[in-house]
């Protein structure tokens, strides 16, 4: 008897663990950016494909953006694990996918954890370097 009771202690315990570890995953997945049509047909104000402009945004983003997001875009950075949402995956097709306007606004405004950088780095130019160096790092 004791043994069928603790095989249902055991049993009770891993499927609180799997309904424990499937909500945080769930409340970890990406929601989609509300980003205003305007704001998603923006044209860059930086030629995204100079290398200068790209070379600003490495340097941006090694000083603002690699922590969380990795030096490769991957959401791999050293603060990327104490955040409560999933910092993404820059490299992937759906990050890629957005328009250069959508990147521009989410890097802009931010939201939750990110920060809105149009402060932090108040130059336009500037964050759309970001945005140049953001298309650097498909797979």
């Known amino acids: 008897m004791k043994t069928t009771q603790k095989i249902i202690t055991v049993l009770i315990t891993m499927v609180i663990a799997v309904f424990f570890i499937a909500g945080n995953s769930y409340s970890q997945a990406k929601k989609p950016w509300n980003v205003p049509d305007k704001d998603k047909n923006t044209k860059a104000a930086a030629n995204l494909k100079d290398a200068g402009v790209i070379n600003n945004g490495k340097d941006l983003w090694a000083k603002h953006c690699k922590s969380c997001h990795g030096s490769k ?52 130019g500037d964050r759309w370097a970001l945005v140049a160096y953001m298309r650097t790092l498909k797979k």
């Open 73 to 124: 875009g991957l959401g791999d950075g050293p603060k990327a694990a104490s955040l409560k949402t999933n910092p993404g995956d820059f490299t992937s097709a759906a990050f890629q996918g957005q328009t250069d306007g959508e990147l521009y606004f989410e890097t802009s405004k931010g939201r939750d954890e990110m920060p809105a950088y149009e402060k932090k780095i108040p130059e336009a």
